[in-house]
């Protein structure tokens, strides 16, 4: 929830840029083709530049992200987040990484997430993606029968111990699909829907569904 709740504080704040046809003055590439506006009777021209986002071409940034996999069965959904780097090679591409986290009730997984999208160079940007995840999984299971002080409070095998440790690998590939926002020339939001496909078998496919935050720059 965070990465909405920063969105639509930025959306708040940003609403100027919003209601603007020259949206993304703040940058360089787009103010320079866009320093003088169309006029105001000239209504292709304002649609124009109110949709245009081939500046984003050779952008580079960060990103947060955060979401939940929805299971077809009557498992509890990880919850989970990411934080890492994107870049435009074309204003129709682009690639990422990152370091992602699934947690869910008592299990979770720690590793690095990559993809590439192929979108609209718009301002709305509908894109169609292909990601990979290779991670480390957490499993929690009680421990009040093996003589240790799992959780270092001083006592050994009280009632409902617990203790975690990584217990096996995951990967996983998925399709993506989702939209960009731009609120002006360096903030996107996006929201986005990916299917995992993982080694754990057909099971535990499922449905990722998120939002995502991101700043960039030259």
């Known amino acids: 929830m965070r990465p909405l709740v920063v969105g639509l504080m930025l959306l708040a704040i940003s609403g100027c840029s919003l209601l603007k046809s020259r949206y993304a003055m703040n940058d360089e590439v787009y103010a320079a083709k866009y320093a003088y506006g169309a006029e105001k009777t000239d209504f292709l021209g304002k649609a124009k530049q109110a949709f ?57 997984y720690l590793g690095l997430d990559t993809g590439f999208r192929l979108q609209t160079p718009t301002r709305i940007a509908p894109f169609v993606g292909l990601g990979m995840f290779h991670g480390a999984s957490r499993t929690v299971e009680l421990a009040d029968w093996d003589g240790l002080d799992n959780d270092n409070d001083g006592l050994t095998d009280e009632r409902g111990e617990e203790k975690s440790g990584v217990d096996g690998w995951l990967s996983a590939v998925y399709p993506e699909v989702g939209t960009h926002l731009w609120v002006n020339g360096n903030w996107r939001l996006t929201a986005y829907g990916r299917y995992f496909v993982t080694t754990e078998g057909r099971s535990r496919d499922d449905w990722l569904v998120g939002l995502q935050l991101a700043a960039f720059g030259r």
């Open 52 to 108: 245009d986002a081939r500046h984003v071409d050779g952008l580079g940034g960060m990103y947060l992200s955060g979401g939940a996999q929805y299971k077809t069965d009557a498992e509890k959904p990880f919850v989970g987040g990411e934080l890492g780097i994107e870049g435009y090679p074309t204003s129709w591409t682009s690639a990422r990484a990152s370091l992602a986290t699934y947690l869910g009730d008592d299990e979770g």
